[in-house]
Structures are given as structure tokens and as C-alpha cells.
């Protein structure tokens, strides 16, 4: 399947065959159904199909009854989403007469499966398992159904399974019996891994990931501790987590190790459960179920141990001979036993356990009288013999297990450290960079593998930014790094999604918003324990609210510049108005009782005069521009709607360019029905004094301008009409730019009263054109959408 085509052309619905299909080697996915899960994410419906004996959960009955280990499954975690399931049922006659009119399998293919897979009794059972998963879905449904209607009825319980999870190959039934356990029940569930202090071989790590995985995929919830009393920490994490019951596979343990361990982990939980219940599943080997091996290096270092272990015992042995003299030979005892517990806190348990033999055995022959022979002659020497060799033993094992304790104590130290510096890490540093780059130490230091942080540029382009090491992504990784990126979710090396990549990959995220993706070069490892995975996936939440902290630091400066340039800006604007209005209104007054002396004086400078006040009329009316067309790109314009009469504000425009419009003639023609309407009175006063302007200054002396108004629907539609020249010939609107100025256009001016008055027009959600009149002239007619009341109607004029 071309998942990348199917995602471009994002159809309503995909067809997809063969749910539990194994894909290609190199695809995305490693299986069909992580296909269709990114389908699915994308918004896409899917309509699919699967066969029973692929549905994970049953995979374990499906063996019993066939004999046969099916391969390729399906989590139930994915069937759980399904909207719809319908069940198609065949007899096993008919299915079988199917296979022979070769319906199914052709050929040799379909006699080998007759008498296989596809025998009757066979087809019989898993009819009856998936008539049972259908019937099991149809009752989480009516109880869906009875819960949404408020009808009475039997509820959901309170039970909630636990499962004990491990490395062992029998775990992974284990699992599945439990998910059968929590469908029948309909309730959540938990798998819980406890930590030993004994160290886990590649192979083991391995196989503890692909169970834990399984079980996540299966929709358990995921629980980890740690400690060397298995079955305390056990139910501890039941009684955390409320669970009802605990599932855990049958321990095959011999006669001397119960003894010693006070039990089997079967046995010690039956007795410390209390009211939590405990299920014992039976383990059946399966074919890939093998028993542990010990590796070739664990070996060689227990020789090694076991080596200085009776070096150490021989040395004690002789500096104990050559002082027997001085010290006796009940003070050797205690010497040997200090020797075990040093030993305790260096070596493994099987190294304390031959000391402690050795040490009784040669105290025996070397020491107790009668000397070089095993017979003991007292029995106060017998007695202490014995106390040695048992409290040697005890004390070796509670000295070894404090060790193992305050080891995985310093193990969960350290990473918590690690946590805690690159949390201060945040705190105190200066820039992202610097964060990111003790992170980046972190991580290494405690993974031993080089990373790096990508971010997304403001493109959404993934950039690698940051790393220690002197290595680069291809081509290749940075689309495995984008997928990761894209789809939030983890990708590449021991992942189910791109597994091919030589890195591993976790993006950084949080509830809000994803910044990047955390690299971890992991090509030479074999496996990514647990643990180290848990410890990665807290470092990258870490990291991701490290960034989002700095993104929000630098939204916050520029935020307060922006409140900085605003209160400026504004300081500015009324200091420049004041300045350079005050002057103009001084010239203007001085102008006009100059000019009124020289009438009544008959001075012929009075002409003068006059030019003097139409330049300061035309730049008081550019200053005005000016500052209008500061306003609305700097985006600070806003509308103060009161209600106003259509009339008056029309007439305020004309008084506000009176001194224009005195040498032409104004005509108005405004229906006598206009209501109340709500503007911002002074900003289209401003608005219309423009266009009257325009209409003037294009205008031959003497000559028309109409203005007219009436309302259509709930549109205020006015009009200004000149007998200039026109507008130029192609696109008329090209009027309205910002400093277009016309062929014909008198000198002076700015050229930005059209573009203010468009801009003041869509501020109230209007539009304004332009047209040429058929004889001559043009016509501006200005649509504005406004909120009416009739005349008569009780509304304040503001």
C-alpha cells in the first residue's frame, strides 16, 4: 500500500485488505495496521479486514487448537477503536466447500490447508472464538448504550487485572491472558516490570522490551519499579494502582531455593495478598521460549571472582597459621567471617558462597583440634562451627544485598540528578543554546551515546541546531526526524515506526505545542534498555518545556516592546499634532484679521492674505492625511460606534472643506426615510470631507458636485459625483493606492486621501468604487453595512 499517496489524496474512506499484513522490508511501517493507524490520524475513515486467528489477544488459544504459531497479529488496542465490527460467519462446511472450489487457496495450497489448518474441527473452534470476541464487543456496547440512556441495569465492575511482566520468554502469554481477562471484564488494566538488582543480558533486555511493548500495545497501562523483594514491590503497585487481581505465570523453583527465599513468588504472594486475589497461569513452552542463557563475559567474571575469592581465603588461611600461637583458634573464626563480608560488598553471591564454605571447611581442617582432619573432637567446636558457617552466610547475603540496594539506589540518584541539573539548567541559563547544550551532556553522559536537538523553524522545517559531536543527519534521517517531528510520536532504531534508521528519535513536545525532535545515535547499540528509554523520554519532556519557557520569554519581551512602541508611538503622534498644529492655527487666525484689516482698509494686499490661508488649509488637510494613514497601518484605528443621522454627518463634511467647495456648486439629494444609523461619526466626517475634496480639486470652477444617500436593505449607499476630467483610462480603482496621484492632478498634495477613505470604509466593513459618469466626471458611491433604528424610535444622540 502507497501510504503517502493515499495520505495526498485523503479520500473519505481507504479500503484496506489484509489488516494483520506484514509490510515490505524499508516501509515506514514494519506492519499494515501502523498504516492504518496514520491513516486514521489523519482524519481518514478505513474499512478493513482480519481473520480471527490474527487478533493478538487470541493468539495463544488459536496455537492450542490448530497447532500452528500465527505470525503476523493485531493488537486489540487497535480493534478497540473500531467504530463498527461486523461479523462474517461461515459454517465450516461451507468455508471447507469454499477452499475446495478454490474460493480460498489454488492448487496443491488448497488440499495442504484442507488437511491443516482448515480441518472441521479447527474451523469449529474459531468460529466459536470469534463469535465470543463479537459477542464480548456487543456487550461493551450495550452497556455504552444503557450508560448514555440512564437505564438501570448490571454495571461495569471494579475489578482491575495486574500482570507480572519480566524477561521470560512466558510472559507474553501472560499478557495476552490478562487482556482476554480485562475485554471480559471491560476494564482498564496494568502490566508491572520490577527491576532487580541483577543485571539483564542483551538478549533478556530485548525480549523485556518486546513484552512491555506488547502489553502497551494491547492497552495496559505501563508501570515500573523497583527492588529485590519482588513480590512486596508487586503489591505495592497493586494497592497504588487498585487492582483487584494479580496474573502471574507458575515459577518452576527447586526445593532449597523455596527454602532459602522463604518460597516461591507464587507462594509468597498467596500469603501477603491480603484481599487482593492471585491467578496462576499454567506456562507453556512455546517454540521461541528458551531458558536464559548466561553470557560468555558473566561467566569469565565469575571465574574471576571465584579466583580472588580463594586467594583471598588461602591469604587469610596463612596469616592465621602463623599467628595461631597468639590468637587461638576460635579467633580465626572471626576473621574468616569478616572476610566474607568484605568480600560481600565486592563480589556476586555465588563468590560469597564459596568463601563462606571454604573458610568453615579449612578452619575445620587446619584449625579445630584435631588438627588436618574433618573430625571434630568437642561439641562446643561442632556448635560453633555450624553458627559460623550459617551466620557467614547470613551475613554475606545481607551485606550483598545492601550493596545490590545501594547501587540501584545510586543508579536512581544519578538519573534523578540528571533531571534536576538540566531543570536547573533551564533556570539558570543565560539562552536556549546554553540549555540545550547541558542537556545535551546530560543525555550523553548517562546514555553513552551522542545526541542532538532539531528545531522547527517558523517554516516548520526541521534544522539541526545543537550537538556535541561533529556528525550530521542525511538526507534519509531527516525524514525520519520530520515523521517523528509530524506525527509526534517516537521514531526510528527499536521502534515500530522506520526501525531501519540508524537513530533513535523523540520529539519535543508538550500539551500546547511541539518545538523539535531529540537525536540519539544508537547505531552501534544492540538494545535500548528500558530504563535508559524512560530516562531519554523524561529528558526530552524536560527539554521541550525548557524550550517552550525560552519561546515564552521571548514572546513576553516582545510583547513588552510592542506596549514600548505603542505608548511611544502614541507620545509621538500627540506631540507631533500639537506641534504642528498650534503653529497653523496661530497662522490661520493671524491670516484672517490680517486679511479682514486690509478689506476694511482696502489694502491690495489681501490677495496675498488669501493664498496665505489656502496654504495653510491644504497642509493642514496633508497633515491630516498624514497622521490618518500613521493610524491605520500601525493598526491602533479603532471605531467608536454611536449612533448618528445620516444628514448631519454629510452636512459636517461639507462645513469641515467648506473653503474648497466655495467655488462650486454642492447639490444634495438625500432620502427623506433615512434612519438612525451606528458609525464612527467623526472618522467618516473625515471620510466624505475627502471625497467632497477630491471632487473639488478636479473639478472646474463653477461647476456640479451631487451627493446623495439612501439606504438599501440594511447598506447605507451615498454617492459623490464631479464634472472633472474622469478617472484614467484601465483599472479606475487604482485610485484608491496609497500616493497614486492623477495625470491631471493640480500641484500639491499627497495623493493619500482616497487611500485613507478606503481604508476608513473597510474599517466598518464597507467597500467604496470609483467609475467614470457616462458624460463626463466621476462617481464615487461608498457601501456601508450599518446598524439602523427608525426615526421615531427612543435612541440618544451621542
Known sequence: M???????????????????????????????????LEILEAGINVYTTLNIQHVDSRVDAVGRITGIRVAETVPDSVIDRADEIQLIDLTPEKLRERLHEGKVYLGDKAATAANNFFREENLTALREISLRLTAERVGQTLRGVMESKQIAGPWKTNECPLVAVGPSPFSEKLIRWTRRVAAALDTPWVAVY??????????????????????????????????????GALLQAAREHNATQIIIGKTATSGWQRFFQGGSLVDQLIQRSGDIDIYVVRAEKSPSATRPRIGSETVKSWLQELWIGSLAVAGVTLACWLALGLIGYWAVALIYLSLVVFLATRFHRLTILWTATASALLWDFMFIPPRFTFRIGQLPDLLM????????????????????????????????????????????STTLDDGLRRTLQEIETLLQAPAAV????????????????????????????????????????????????????????????????????????????LEERELAEAIADQAAVMVERYRLIQQAGRAQLVEESERLYKVILDSVSHELKTPLAVITAAA????????????????????????????????????????????????????????????????????????????????????????????????FSNLLTNAALYSPEDSEIRLSAHMDGQTLIVRISDEGPGLPEGDPNRVFEKFYRGPNAKPGGSGLGLAIVKALVAAHGGEITAENNPDRGATFTVRLPVTVTPLDAETPLI
Open 454 to 529: 532539531m528545531l522547527a523553524n517558523e517554516g516548520g522545517q526541521l534544522e539541526q541546531k545543537f550537538s556535541n559531536a561533529d556528525w550530521t543527519l542525511n538526507e534519509k534521517e531527516i525524514g525520519v526526524a520530520t515523521w517523528a517531528y509530524l506525527n509526534n510520536r517516537p521514531a526510528g532504531r527499536f521502534t515500530d515506526s522506520l526501525p531501519d534508521s540508524q537513530n533513535f528519535y523523540l520529539p519535543l513536545h508538550t500539551t500546547k505545542t511541539k518545538f523539535g525532535v531529540l537525536v540519539l545515535r544508537l547505531a552501534e547499540r544492540k538494545s535500548l534498555a
Open 194 to 231: 520490577v527491576e532487580s538488582p541483577r543485571p539483564l543480558s542483551d538478549e533478556e533486555k530485548t525480549r523485556l522490551s518486546k513484552n512491555l511493548s506488547l502489553a502497551r500495545q494491547l492497552g495496559a497501562e505501563i508501570v515500573l519499579t523497583s527492588g529485590e523483594d519482588v513480590a
Open 592 to 687: 484672517e484679521n490680517l486679511k479682514q484689516r486690509q478689506v476694511s482698509e482696502k489694502d491690495p494686499a489681501g490677495q496675498l492674505t488669501e493664498e496665505i490661508q489656502g496654504a495653510v488649509i491644504r497642509l493642514r488637510r496633508a497633515i491630516e492625511n498624514l497622521l490618518g494613514m500613521s493610524r491605520i497601518e500601525s493598526g491602533r484605528l479603532k471605531l467608536e460606534l454611536n449612533w448618528c443621522e445620516v444628514a448631519e454627518l454629510l452636512q459636517a463634511a461639507r462645513e469641515q472643506v467648506a473653503e474648497v467647495l466655495s467655488h462650486h456648486k454642492v447639490r444634495g439629494s438625500l432620502s427623506p426615510e433615512l434612519p438612525l444609523v451606528k458609525l464612527d461619526f467623526g472618522l467618516m466626517v473625515h471620510a
Open 2 to 36: 502507497d501510504l503517502d499517496a493515499v495520505l495526498a489524496r485523503r479520500p473519505q474512506i481507504v479500503l484496506v485488505d489484509e489488516l494483520a499484513h506484514t509490510n515490505a522490508p524499508g516501509s515506514r511501517h514494519p506492519k499494515r495496521y501502523q498504516d492504518v
Open 385 to 428: 562451627l555450624l553458627l559460623f558457617y550459617i551466620i557467614a552466610l547470613v551475613m554475606g547475603q545481607l551485606t550483598y544485598k545492601l550493596r545490590l540496594q545501594e547501587q540501584a539506589e545510586r543508579k536512581h540518584d544519578q538519573r534523578t540528578q540528571a533531571l534536576f541539573r538540566i531543570a536547573q539548567s533551564a533556570v539558570e
